[in-house]
């Protein structure tokens, strides 16, 4: 049985940072996409940030685009998200899976729909 682990969500001010893991069980990362989504009540869950299966190559949605970077360490079968320059605009529940990666928006597609209880992050202004 395949889980996902979301941790590391939390209140902030805006400016501040936050990092964000997720830990993944029952299928190994190593060889997959990974993506960071983000879903605010009303709106449909996107994809933010997404980390190829080369693991070098890494997407980014616009809003997002310099101020969060996706890393991976695949013995550890873990994803991280940093985020900084936090804004309110952030403010999510934010969910990792694994992905297909797009240069385009959406930068990530869900490719199995594991999903995980995600973590909540608040920024606040």
């Known amino acids: 049985q395949v889980q996902v682990a979301e941790s590391g969500g939390g209140l902030v001010q805006a400016g501040g940072s936050l990092r964000l893991s997720c830990t993944t069980f029952g299928l190994p990362m190593d060889g997959y996409a990974m993506a960071w989504f983000r879903e605010v009540p009303g709106q449909e869950r996107e994809g933010i940030a997404c980390n190829g299966r080369s693991t070098t190559s890494t997407y980014y949605d616009d809003s997002v685009k310099g101020r969060f970077t996706i890393s991976r360490d695949n013995a550890k079968n873990t994803l991280y998200l940093q985020m900084n320059s936090l804004k309110p605009e952030d403010t999510a529940q934010y969910y990792c899976?694994?992905?297909?990666?797009?240069?385009?928006?959406?930068?990530?597609?869900?490719?199995?729909?594991?999903w995980g209880q995600g973590t909540q992050v608040t920024v606040s202004s």
């Open positions: 899976t694994y992905a297909s990666c797009s240069s385009s928006r959406p930068v990530a597609k869900s490719l199995f729909n594991y």
